[in-house]
């Protein structure tokens, strides 16, 4: 196997994968905050993360993997600023927190399993961590924060090179925060943030600094530190978490642990950070104020499988920006449509084995004949900062060779989808037609009007069968005459 090899954003190199425990690999992703539904965007983070945690696995490696769901503490401003993003959906829907929670948490679930996100060893729901993380500020308190009306503020000139994943210097974070009477930088914030006097929030507990809720960065040290010591191997999150949230978590790192300098990475806690880059939509679609934004299900209501928009992240780097567009969704569908037909096709002609028995040999595979080199292009692609535009065009290698014995394609297969997560497997071609919820035409009707067409065809009743025709086409369905694909119809 080639190197596995990672762009670490606090070196901005490319780095070799090295774990700290021997065989192990520890991952922390930062996950969602639970006020609203994630969007597609969103879930590019997560789709990522489990292709780390794919890859890591597919390598040999023990992987524990760690995603918090953030239930308190995120404010409307990344930086220190604004109202608690939880707290503001609960009054604005006149609904507890703990239900707004709840009622988010399931719903970015259901998007996991729609997109074959492979569960973490653990989900951290940050209100579990509370009494750790009041542990964790008192720990650091006397060297490193200073208190506040509004709170436990963590002053950033007490670690050494605050700032460095950011690439900013302190001094530039002035005029991004709002300014709070009696900070002494203008990048420190707040760790833990007392209730003002006369008011009650729905989510406070008791604490040495008073009443009141944990700030966001400090949740996410907390629950990294316990779950998987400090130093661990990895750290992820989106490219924005490298402006404000991890340079703040570094820095309640560096604290808690005793650590100098960032020239060493480990000092940060964490070995390597790795950054995905956005999706983005030109018609602010992304927006969770907009009214109607791009969430998972949507896409779903408008035809498309979810794992179709897996797909699509994978046909780009995660360190590039990906534009959303549903014509690049469509174009995506088909060529998932292709790989499922291309492994139904395989499926027929080998012996009956099954996918489990595809994977159990794929496991045992030590020569793959005529595919291994495309099996080497694979491994090569992944090992360099997880390529998987190139990976994916190994895996077409290997089910395009020809001349080669179905049951030892379907082992490549199954290896190669083990780490991509399309759930080639699974997947029928049945699976991929879906109906947009608008369709004013069911499937068994649909099926019964071609059935007809077909019968009137045979008979050479034109006439019949052009009517059948525009009886579908008023409907919404196009009747698909020899479609490369094999496909009948599509709405
Ligand atoms: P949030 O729930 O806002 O904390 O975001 C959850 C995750 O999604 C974080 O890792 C963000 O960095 C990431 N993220 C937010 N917007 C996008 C986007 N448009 N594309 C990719 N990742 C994003
Ligand atoms: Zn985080």
């Given at each position: 196997m080639t190197e596995l090899t990672l762009f670490n954003s606090l070196t901005r190199q490319l780095e070799p994968f090295r774990p700290i425990h021997d065989g192990e690999a520890r991952v922390y992703s930062c996950g969602p905050t639970v006020y609203n539904y994630p969007h597609i965007g969103n879930m590019r983070a997560y789709v990522f993360a489990d292709l780390l945690g794919r890859t890591l696995s597919w390598r040999g490696y023990r992987l524990t993997h760690v995603i918090n769901i953030t239930d308190v503490g995120h404010l409307t401003d990344d930086a220190d600023a604004g109202e608690d993003k939880m707290e503001r959906m609960a009054a604005a829907r006149a609904q507890s927190i703990w239900d707004i929670a709840r009622h988010y948490t399931e719903a970015y679930w259901a998007d996991i399993r729609a997109l074959n996100i492979r569960e973490p060893a653990h989900w951290s729901i940050a209100t579990d961590y509370i009494d750790a993380m009041i542990d964790f500020a008192a720990s650091i308190e006397a060297k490193h924060c200073y208190r506040l009306k509004g709170g436990l503020y963590f002053d950033v000139s007490t670690v050494a090179d605050y700032g460095r994943l950011a690439r900013a210097h302190t001094e530039e974070g002035e005029g991004r925060i709002e300014a709070v009477a009696g900070k002494r930088n203008a990048a420190d914030f707040a760790i833990w943030r007392t209730t003002p006097a006369g008011e009650t929030r729905q989510m406070e507990w008791d604490s040495p600094w008073g009443r009141g809720a944990p700030g966001w960065h400090l949740e996410c040290s907390v629950m990294s530190g316990k779950l998987l010591g400090f130093p661990f191997d990895i750290h992820t999150g989106g490219i924005?978490?490298?402006?404000?949230h991890h340079p703040n978590e570094i820095a309640q790192n560096q604290a808690f642990c005793g650590c100098g300098s960032l020239t060493d990475p480990v000092n940060s806690g964490a070995r390597m950070w790795l950054h995905n880059n956005f999706l983005v939509e030109r018609g602010g679609k992304m927006s969770k104020s907009a009214g109607e934004f791009l969430r998972v299900p949507l896409l779903v209501e408008r035809g498309y499988h979810p794992l179709a928009y897996r797909l699509m992240c994978l046909q780009?780097?995660?360190?590039s920006e990906l534009e959303f567009s549903w014509e690049a969704l469509g174009a995506a569908l088909t060529r998932l449509k292709r790989l499922v037909m291309a492994i139904a096709a395989l499926q027929e002609r080998a012996p009956d084995a099954g996918w489990a028995a595809w994977t159990r040999a794929a496991a045992q595979a030590q020569d793959w004949g005529k595919l291994q080199p495309a099996m080497d292009r694979f491994d090569a692609a992944l090992a360099d900062d997880l390529g998987t535009p190139v990976a994916l065009t190994a895996l077409e290698e290997v089910l395009a060779?020809?001349?080669?014995d179905p049951a030892l394609k379907l082992a490549a297969a199954t290896a190669m989808d083990g780490v991509l997560g399309l759930d080639l497997g699974r997947l029928t071609r049945a699976d991929l037609r879906l109906r947009p919820s608008s369709a004013a035409i069911g499937e068994d009707e649909i099926t019964a009007l071609l059935g007809q067409r077909r019968e009137a065809r045979a008979a050479k009743d034109f006439a019949a069968s052009d009517a059948l025709r525009d009886r579908l086409t008023e409907a919404g369905v196009e009747a698909m005459d020899g479609d490369p694909l094999g496909w009948e119809w599509r709405l």
């Open positions: 924005d978490h490298r402006e404000i780009a780097h995660y360190r060779t020809k001349k080669v």
